[in-house]
């Protein structure tokens, strides 16, 4: 921008019309970040975005020999079908059932943990707990099944050390077939694998609050849990709501692998993503597999506008 004279003798500045426009100088000046965002955005659209067609097969007779485009269409037949399978209303309860217990179990346990962490003082002792408690969300939920089913095997570790405490002459235990059992091993696996990981999120929210808060709460004797309290929970509030409702849209997902993992003979546990695959994959009814995902889906979106919109009355929070 450079000065020019007007006829009055006054001075104004000269607007340089040439400049680019402000959308290319934001990328040229975070291009790196853009960078880092292309393989993400890429898997997102092959994964998620190039399959979207594959819906249509919920309203058709699909035959994989006549294709998408070829096979004929038979509208809402299959959704209204699903509706009256009895093996997948208990689907639906177990799935529904399940998610909650996972919500009320598995999302306050990140918030605790991160607060747990946030009090440690000594820097390499935090830094080992962090390490330690987010290290299992690497594990495939393959692998944590394998070390589960080690572990309480008749032979397993875990009844070598009952019938070392209790005695040689105590009965060994199944407890891979106790049907009781089979929902709080879900939710204990489920917090094992992915508490330390969800911590990442809640202590970033910690940092972000203004240490000068702390220092005022302190000289006004607040102590420790009032801090909290006062404090660190409303900073943290915005994080949590938009991880609330995000969690909110799963209500209706499982946790697959895990759950047709831990099945076994004894276990009679269906949901609804382990009914898709052994009605709809394994015994080739695409159309009906298809329409149980677009029912799915679309109750996952009802949930999350609804809970988008009930946090944006409450807490004026929204994620749009």
């Known amino acids: 921008m450079k000065a020019v004279t007007t006829s009055e003798g006054n001075v104004a500045p000269h607007v340089n019309l040439s400049r680019k426009p402000n959308w290319k100088r934001k990328f040229k000046k975070s291009y790196f970040a853009y960078l880092l965002m292309l393989p993400s ?4 659209f092959i994964f998620s975005y190039l399959p979207m067609p594959g819906i249509l097969v919920a309203f058709q007779d699909h035959n994989i020999f006549s294709g998408l485009w070829h096979s ?5 037949k299959h959704i209204n079908e699903i509706f009256h399978v009895p093996m997948l209303r208990k689907a639906i309860l177990n799935t529904f059932l399940l998610s909650v217990m996972m919500i009320l179990v598995s999302f306050p346990a990140p918030i605790l943990l991160a607060l ?6 000594n820097g ?3 830094r080992s707990v962090q390490t330690l408690s987010y290290m299992p969300h690497f594990l495939s939920w393959i692998a944590v099944v394998g ?3 080690s572990l309480l ?3 397993g570790p875990i009844n070598d050390l009952k019938v070392m405490l209790l005695g040689a002459d105590t009965e060994r235990s199944m407890f891979l077939s106790h049907q009781a059992l089979f929902v709080p091993m879900l939710l204990l696996l489920s917090v094992w694998k992915e508490v330390g990981w969800g911590t990442i999120v809640f202590l970033a929210a910690i940092t972000s609050i203004d240490p000068s808060l702390y220092e005022a709460a302190k000289i006004d004797g607040a102590n420790r849990f009032q ?3 006062y404090i660190t929970l409303p900073g943290m509030k915005t994080t949590a709501v938009i991880m609330l409702i995000f969690t909110l849209g799963s209500l209706f997902g499982s946790n697959f692998e895990l759950v047709y993992g831990m099945q076994n003979a004894f276990i009679d546990y269906p949901v609804i993503s382990t009914v898709v695959f052994s009605s709809g994959i394994q015994q080739g009814n695409y159309s009906t597999a298809a329409a149980i995902g677009f ?4 109750v996952a979106f009802t949930f999350i506008i609804a809970a988008n919109q009930i946090a944006k009355k409450v807490s004026r929070i929204s994620i749009f």
């Not at 747990?116 to 003082?121: A, D, F, M, R, S």
């Open 147 to 149: 070390l589960t089913y």
């Open 295 to 298: 029912v799915e889906g679309l």
């Open 124 to 126: 390499l002792f935090k």
């Open 72 to 76: 004929p269409w038979v509208g809402f």
């Open 41 to 44: 955005v890429v898997l997102t």
């Open 116 to 121: 747990l962490i946030n009090e440690l003082k």
């Open 153 to 155: 095997d008749v032979d």
């Open 227 to 229: 801090q909290h309290r």
